[in-house]
């Protein structure tokens, strides 16, 4: 079985109109009403149906004001008759319910009341909107005739007459109800009311407005306001801006100042309104006025507070746009108040970074999280980048404004330049992280230090016991060292005593691995007790261990030898010194010794600085088992030691002996084997020495010159030997400085000049020769190499002299190429010329200048130079450029026979000291035939120096030494006579076999 639907009311487009409309008439739930009861009569009546009624439509129901022939009081809008009725054009008309599909279904048609017939006439507001219907209906289907079509809808017309004079009523009601209350508020109130017609005259006035203005309700009555308000003359910008107001009929507030006659001056508020009546008609202006002079009084003081807050205050509205600010604010953000109120913060400072540099978009800072949340924000650092350019850092905290419903209505911020403090807590900061300095408060009455995990961490200030968390605590006293308490104790009870005077004082600590640590401690009362006592002390701690290590280290640097731990020259200087003071009061004599060890340059060439190290430190020990506790050896650098004996005897002959007698053992117990990494070495010394006192004026400067003098004395005499000083010494030391000086002179002024001599084959053949350097002095004469050669080498003056030997060897070999012969030379190369770093490439560039084959030349340089650290590399790159290598001297120094065989040698040159006694004495005659032996197995080249007699020549021819060179064949002589003697040689070298690759180059005898 189907059953038949409806159609809902549907609901008009302007719902919520409609309903605001029918709430105005205040007819809903009220009870029952003859003048309402007649129209459903009289709408029954016309229509001939059983059913009348005035039907009100609301949200969700419609309700029955009145009603005939029916019991019910309302029923649900959905399936409402009514509910389709208003919204229709005129009047609905359903002639039978059951025929019409938008009602067969509903409710109230297949139920009680079983409708079949309605009509209805919508009822609407002067606006259109239709709050219900004027109704019939009957349980019957039927007609609506045109006379009752039209009585219906005159009837509906009359009702919402009845309901708009309801209506008037009601609010005619309220109206009254409001002007009494207003009526009583303005008789109470403080504030002055004033209401003029649209003549701009008084109407009336309180009482309030009298006491305020001075002029009573009923003198103002009638008049202009202007001619009753006495500051309306005399405040010319107010007047105005109210005349501005009247004609444009809008309103306005002005705050003034008024006096009353006789009464005193008050600022005043006057805040005028046009009125309508509610048909909009303007019927004039009210106007308030109010004594606000106490408002204006606290709001003076509030903005000269406000103003002089150090910090910048802004006041922000909801819309975050800034309300108002104070001058600290402009000063601070460096923009005027005029260019910051009613503009965002993010627009007028778009470049904000956060507290680690981070940019901040508008959303994150405070004040719109703030305003956002309703939750303050307190301690945000902020940096804004203002008009100037600079970065500026903020301290911010933003509080939430409420209005009375507790509504977030704005924020207001605090803030403070922080930039400069923000600078240097950083710089304090990192000072302290990379000082390891520790900030430290102590309780002086618990005996309890407090201390910052992180900072005694990086300091290494763990003390022993240390709790757990980011700040400890631990008891102070038992920590510190027992024999730093004293002083510790002292430096507190003075600052203590005499607050001017800062805490400081340096102790060690005991730690938490149980090692001491130096610390020292700054600080100065953080806090007193009632007497003024010192009950709190703050300050920072620091690690200073290193700084004492570096102390102590620097003292003995500055005091003792680093190698051999003996005394240094300044502690010698004092002993000595002190000794010459004393010495009179003891009425006896010293004396200092000066040791110069022979030869050391040996060792280290040898055998390596290492070695010759260790060699210095067992004769520094040696030295000292053999002296007196009171005695003092000290090392003054190198190989040179001294010996300070303060008291040896009762007049200068005693010390003399004593002296000699300390010397001499000295120099026998140096000549015993010492061992050393395995090594036996035999050593020899010369030994100068001085006594003192010998006169008044006498310095240890003089005594320690005059010892150095005796020293080069004993060298002179021999070596190995000792000597005391003589006055006659100072002469031969003197005689030696003005001879370094006139070689400096002969080398600036072309004073030196090379002696060549010959190297020949046993055949008699010349092969090559050795540049020899002479001088000639210009009073003294001639000057033998074996003189001014040592002298030279002691400094770097021989790097000059090899330089200029190097030169002058070259250009001869060049002037020789220039006439057509070709005749390899051999330049004695000093050891320090050798090692200076740029010698290989002096020797290249020489060469190239001179346009010399690298062939033509041979470098002799002596065994030590092989055990320099770059040697090998460096002879390398000289032999690989076509230079010849010999060693010169070979058997009389430390070399080792790995290096003849590793490095690019081509010659040996045999000693005159094995050549002399070659066939006299069987031992020289064996270590040259090893000689020969050893250069024949590596493939050398040999040399052999100071051949003078035919049968050494002989010896030599006969063993296979490549070239002879000595008085036998020929001395040296002058380059130009050496060179006049090669040029009569004949014949001259033939291009084919001119190549000099070794000594064999044909020349003739």
């Not at 007819?27 to 459903?40: G, H, N, Q, R, W």
């Not at 004079?165 to 207003?182: F, G, K, V, W």
């Not at 202009?224 to 107010?238: H, I, K, M, W």
Request: proline share 6%; with cysteine; charged share 20%.
């Amino acid at each position: 079985m189907t059953y038949p639907t409806y159609q809902p009311a549907p609901v008009p487009p302007d719902e919520a109109a409609r309903l605001a409309a029918l709430h105005a008439y205040r007819v809903l739930d009220t009870p029952a009403e003859a003048a309402y009861d007649d129209f459903a009569v009289l709408a029954a009546r016309a229509a001939g149906t059983p059913v009348g009624l005035v039907s009100l439509v609301d949200g969700q129901r419609q309700w029955f004001k009145s009603r005939v022939g029916v019991d019910l009081c309302e029923t649900p809008r959905n399936i409402s008759f009514c509910g389709h009725a208003i919204c229709a054009e005129g009047v609905l008309v359903v002639e039978d319910a059951l025929a019409d599909p938008r009602f067969a279904g509903n409710p109230l048609v297949v139920g009680g009341p079983g409708v079949r017939f309605y009509a209805g006439v919508p009822l609407r507001t002067p606006e259109g909107h239709a709050i219900g219907t004027l109704c019939v209906m009957d349980t019957r289907p039927g007609q609506l005739q045109p006379d009752a079509l039209d009585t219906l809808e005159r009837l509906g017309r009359q009702l919402m007459n009845l309901l708009a004079l309801r209506r008037a009523m009601a609010q005619q009601q309220q109206a009254e109800s409001e002007l009494q209350r207003l009526a009583l508020v303005t008789e109470h109130t403080h504030h002055g009311v004033l209401i003029t017609g649209t003549d701009n005259r008084i109407v009336w006035a309180n009482a309030a407005f009298g006491r305020l203005t001075g002029v009573t309700p009923e003198a103002g009555r009638g008049r202009r306001p202007g001619e009753v308000l006495p500051f309306l003359r005399s405040d010319l910008q107010a007047r105005d801006h109210l005349a501005a107001a009247v004609a444009a009929r809008r309103p306005a507030r002005v705050r003034t100042k008024n006096q009353a006659l006789g009464a005193a001056t008050l600022w005043m508020d006057v805040d005028l309104h046009p009125w309508h009546d509610p048909q909009g008609v303007f019927r004039g202006y009210l106007a308030v006025v109010s004594d606000v002079s106490h408002l204006v009084a606290q709001h003076e003081q509030a903005q000269a507070l406000f103003d002089s807050l150090p910090v910048g205050v802004l006041v922000y509205g909801p819309d975050q746009r800034a309300t108002s600010g104070n001058r600290a604010a402009e000063a601070i953000l460096r923009a005027p108040l005029t260019r910051l109120l009613g503009t965002r913060m993010h627009e007028a400072f778009g470049d904000a970074v956060g507290e680690h540099g981070l940019p901040l978009q508008p959303h994150e800072r405070p004040l719109a999280m703030t305003l956002a949340d309703g939750r303050p924000r307190h301690g945000v650092s902020i940096g804004l980048r203002l008009g100037d350019g600079q970065r500026r850092w903020l301290r911010t905290s933003t509080a939430p404004l409420h209005d009375a419903n507790g509504s977030v209505c704005g924020a207001i911020t605090c803030f403070a330049d922080e930039t400069g403090e923000r600078a240097s807590r950083q710089l304090l900061t990192l000072a302290i992280d990379a000082a390891a300095i520790t900030p430290w408060t102590w309780n002086v009455d618990t005996d309890y230090v407090e201390l910052d995990r992180g900072a005694a961490v990086t300091s290494g200030l763990l003390l022993a016991g240390l709790g757990s968390g980011q700040r400890v605590r631990t008891p102070f006293w038992p920590s510190v060292h027992p024999q730093d308490e004293a002083g510790v104790r002292a430096a507190l009870a003075a600052h203590i005593d005499d607050p001017s005077r800062p805490y400081r004082s340096e102790f060690r600590l005991r730690v938490a691995s149980g090692a001491e640590r130096w610390y020292l401690a700054a600080g100065a009362a953080s806090d007193r007790d009632g007497q003024g006592r010192a009950s709190q002390l703050s300050g920072v701690i620091l690690d200073i261990t290193e700084r004492k290590a570096a102390e102590a280290a620097l003292h003995r640097a500055a005091t003792t030898d680093n190698l051999t731990g003996l005394p240094n020259r300044t502690v010698l200087n004092d002993r000595l010194a002190m000794a010459l003071r004393s010495a009179p009061r003891r009425a006896g004599h010293g004396a200092l010794l000066f040791i110069d060890l022979d030869h050391f340059k040996r060792i280290n060439d040898a055998y390596g600085h290492m070695v010759g190290d260790q060699v210095l430190r067992a004769v520094a020990q040696r030295l000292a088992g053999q002296l007196r506790a009171e005695d003092t050896l000290a090392r003054l650098g190198g190989d040179e030691l001294v010996v300070l004996l303060p008291w040896l005897g009762a007049d200068l002959a005693a010390a003399a002996a004593g002296a000699e007698r300390v010397g001499r053992k000295l120099l026998q117990v140096l000549a015993e084997p010492l061992q050393v990494e395995g090594l036996a070495f035999s050593l020899a010394a010369s030994i100068g020495g001085t006594c003192f006192p010998k006169a008044e004026a006498e310095s240890a400067t003089d005594l320690v010159r005059e010892a150095d003098t005796a020293m080069y004395a004993a060298k002179a005499a021999g070596r190995g030997t000792l000597r005391l000083y003589e006055a006659r010494m100072r002469d031969q030391v003197a005689s030696r400085l003005v001879l370094e000086t006139d070689l400096r002179q002969a080398l600036q002024h072309d004073g030196l000049s090379l002696a060549l001599q010959g190297q020949w084959r046993p055949d008699g053949t010349l092969a090559a020769c050795e540049a020899l350097l002479r001088w000639t002095h210009p009073v003294k004469g001639p000057i033998s190499p074996a003189e001014f050669i040592p002298l030279a080498e002691e400094g770097p003056l021989i790097i000059d002299i090899g330089r200029w030997v190097l030169r002058r060897a070259c250009a001869v070999l060049a002037g020789w190429l220039a006439q057509g012969i070709e005749l390899p030379m051999a330049v004695n190369v000093s050891p320090r010329q050798f090692c200076e770093p740029a010698f290989a490439s002096f020797v290249l560039d020489t060469l190239r200048e001179a346009g010399v084959p690298p062939r033509l030349l041979t470098l002799e340089i002596t065994e030590g130079v092989l055990l320099e650290g770059d040697a090998p590399a460096r002879l390398r790159l000289l032999a690989e450029a076509g230079l010849r290598i010999a060693i010169d001297d070979f058997g009389t120094g430390y070399s080792s026979l790995m290096y003849l065989k590793q490095l690019p040698v081509h010659e040996l040159k045999i000693d005159r000291g094995f050549v002399r006694d070659l066939t006299e004495d069987d031992d020289d005659a064996a270590i040259v035939l090893a000689m020969l032996a050893i250069a024949r197995k590596f493939g050398l080249d040999t040399v052999a120096e100071g051949v003078e007699t035919r049968a050494q020549a002989e010896f030599l021819r006969a063993q296979g030494c490549t070239l002879q060179q000595g008085f036998l064949h020929d001395r040296p002589r002058p380059v130009a006579l050496f060179t006049e003697e090669l040029l009569a040689r004949s014949p001259r070298p033939t291009t084919a076999g001119s190549a000099c690759e070794t000594p064999s180059t044909t020349w003739a005898a």
